[in-house]
């Protein structure tokens, strides 16, 4: 199964998630419905992700990894927290076990990890933006991931603390304190960089 993330179009006619839920679990309608959520979420899962591991093909491969998992996953999904939220956890678990793995395989420093996404940073020809959002997304990379993690969900994703807690399984309190470390450190960064 291969998914498509460029040019996907939202669909205007998205089920709500109930609906949706119900459909992935009847077995004549699952696949019609699979492919709704699949377009309802794709590109925002896609982005999430692209903005950890900063490459394309990774990042496609990791998309087609966590729906993957969603559609063998929906059956046990308990309805506890929203379906996105869940989608979402998925994807962080997803990019969280691929830098990790990828720091084991060739048995990198963090340092070297970094150096590697930062190439990629400025080779990529699709991550358009000017030097400042190019200077915030180097020192983005200097942070540990998980703290990158819940500053891009804040930031960019403009998610609440109570979401970020819900994806994350983190408190709020730890989630606020790991964001407010992480401005500063992007902070000192790139003032660091500009008195240069």
Known sequence: MRLIVKGLEQSTTSLEDKELLEKLRNEETRNFAFNQLVRKYQERIYW??????IDHDDADDIVQDVFVKVYKAIGKFREDAQLFTWIYRIATNECLTFLNKKKRRFFL????????????????SDLDGDQIQMKLQKALLKLPAKQRLVFNMKYYDEMKYEEISEITNTSVGALKASYHHAVKKIEDLLKMELNH
């Open 48 to 53: 999430h992700i692209r903005k950890m591991v």
């Open 109 to 124: 420093p963090i340092g070297d990890v970094e150096a590697e996404l930062n190439n990629k940073l400025d080779t990529s």
